[in-house]
């Protein structure tokens, strides 16, 4: 505390100031303190990953439209009712026992929940992630991420909401 400071605490001092505008200026730390784009080329590298990551958010998104589409089938097939008589008006008791209700929710079967939340998990990480780069104010980072965005929707798109 006598107001020197040795090698060992020179790097945990170190304050790194944040532009809170939207800048095309390099140096904003990206997801990591090792990822610090400075350069012109630099920058336009981690855009070009950013573009990727954000067309990834939406191919994962179309991914599991087709999946839940799959799973649903697989669901219906198993709860189907039997291909039996079906008795409109049950008049004695063993009739209303012997009719079935058609059931609205989906049951649970580990496999398929587990993948569900996997998926969903892991899209959720790549738009916080996604987030997290947006929060830089850096330019490029928002123009490529929209652009990916926009692009993985147009390629994917079509995909997760046909099979709904």
């Known amino acids: 505390m006598n107001g020197t400071t040795d090698g060992s605490n020179s790097s945990s001092s170190e304050l790194v100031m944040m532009t809170p505008y ?3 200026t390099g ?4 997801f990591f303190k090792t990822w610090h784009p400075s350069s012109d ?11 990727i990551l954000a ?3 939406r191919l994962l998104h179309a991914v599991r439209g087709v999946m839940d589409a799959r799973w649903r089938r697989s669901a219906l ?3 189907r009712p ?7 008006n049950p008049t004695s008791k063993k009739e209303f026992l012997n009719l079935r209700i058609t059931r609205t929710i989906p049951p649970f079967v580990f496999s398929q929940d587990a993948a569900r939340g996997a ?6 990480l790549l738009s916080y992630a996604l987030m997290l780069a947006v929060m830089t104010f850096q330019a490029a980072y928002v123009i490529s991420i929209i652009i990916g965005l926009g692009l993985g ?7 997760a909401t046909s099979h709904q």
């Open 22 to 24: 939207l800048h095309f």
């Open 27 to 30: 140096g904003d730390y990206l």
């Open 41 to 51: 080329g630099a920058i336009v590298g981690a855009s070009i990953a950013l573009l």
């Open 55 to 57: 067309m990834s958010e």
């Open 77 to 79: 097939a198993m709860t």
């Open 82 to 88: 039997d291909d039996g008589v079906q008795i409109d």
């Open 119 to 124: 998926l969903y998990s892991l899209q959720a």
């Open 153 to 159: 929707e147009v390629l994917f798109g079509r995909l």
